[in-house]
T-cell receptor, first 114, second 112 residues
Framework: EPEVTQTPSHQVTQMGQEVILRCVPISNHLYFYWYRQILGQKVEFLVSFYNNEISEKSEIFDDQFSVERPDGSNFTLKIRSTKLEDSAMYFC????????????FGSGTQLSVL | RKEVEQDPGPFNVPEGATVAFNCTYSNSASQSFFWYRQDCRKEPKLLMSVYSSGNEDGRFTAQLNRASQYISLLIRDSKLSDSATYLCVVPERGLDTDKLIFGTGTRLQVFP
């Protein structure tokens, strides 16, 4: 089965530092997402991205967050100035078309902000 | 606020047992429903989709009660490998899976 690939698997950073989480969605997919899961809590939607722009973002996705698809294969999430409460598992996901129900999730990046 | 509620468990059951989880959702306009499985510190993986009254796939049966706004997942003949957290997931808007609302999950532990 095709896979969504995320790197790194673990990222440790100091509060206030910038981090970039990387994702390679499945090659023919057109819709891309970031979700996050704080330890012990539910998976939460952050942002959806289609046709090189954000389709929707949640309240969590404030000005400190940005997404980019710089080269047609990578899909990145940048946190400009990390806070302690940004510590979470960040999942990238993709799907092929608007009628497709199935999201494929990557294995996640565990971000720890110290 | 559109929410998805689940009993967090854990449900501890012996191998071979039948176990059922319930999930309630608040958005009466929801048209599609999903059960995902999540192993510890791994990504969610789609287990089943439910669009009408129910769906069955081997040992797994999902049922939908629109009037009461709940979905259930039944697992028959539990295996050790079924131990995981089961997430009830509802799209925020009808059939559109662009924004999914996840429940907190129900943890299942199957013991020998």
């Amino acid at each position: 089965e095709p896979e969504v690939t995320q790197t790194p698997s673990h990222q440790v950073t100091q509060m206030g530092q910038e981090v970039i989480l990387r994702c390679v969605p499945i090659s023919n997919h057109l819709y891309f997402y970031w979700y996050r899961q704080i330890l012990g809590q539910k998976v939460e939607f952050l942002v959806s991205f289609y046709n090189n722009e954000i389709s929707e973002k949640s309240e969590i996705f404030d000005d400190q967050f940005s997404v980019e698809r710089p080269d047609g294969s990578n899909f990145t999430l940048k946190i400009r100035s990390t806070k302690l409460e940004d510590s979470a598992m960040y999942f990238c996901a993709s799907k092929s078309s608007t009628g497709d129900e199935k999201l494929f999730f990557g294995s996640g990046t565990q971000l720890s902000v110290l | 606020r559109k929410e998805v509620e689940q009993d967090p468990g854990p449900f501890n059951v012996p191998e071979g047992a039948t176990v059922a989880f319930n999930c309630t959702y608040s958005n009466s306009a929801s048209q599609s429903f999903f059960w995902y499985r999540q192993d510890c510190r791994k990504e969610p993986k789609l287990l089943m989709s439910v669009y009408s009254s129910g769906n069955e796939d081997g040992r797994f049966t999902a049922q939908l009660n629109r009037a009461s706004q709940y979905i259930s997942l039944l697992i028959r003949d539990s295996k050790l490998s079924d131990s995981a957290t089961y997430l009830c997931v509802v799209p925020e808007r009808g059939l559109d899976t662009d924004k999914l609302i996840f429940g907190t999950g129900t943890r299942l532990q199957v013991f020998p």
